[in-house]
């Protein structure tokens, strides 16, 4: 079976909520790249939206933390 792969547009393309949700980005390194509400995410660079999701945190219900791979980039 194939390795699934989750990019991060298509992941907040998915999450829908009445609520703002701030989203903490950060790259492989673990590093912050950019925090930003939810709502908010089409402002993103294309290139960040193609990156693969390796990591979600949820720190609460309006709190997320996700990494992803920008090695490729």
């Known amino acids: 079976m194939g390795e699934n792969i989750i990019t991060l547009g298509g992941l907040l393309s998915t999450v829908s909520s009445t609520k703002s949700i701030t989203v903490n980005l950060y790259n492989e390194k673990g590093l912050l790249i950019i925090t930003f509400i939810l709502a908010g995410y ?16 949820i720190l609460t219900p309006t709190s997320l933390n996700i990494t992803i791979d920008t090695s490729e980039d």
Do not use: F, G, N, S
């Open 42 to 57: 089409t402002a993103l660079e294309d290139a960040l939206e193609d990156d693969k999701v390796t990591k979600i945190e």
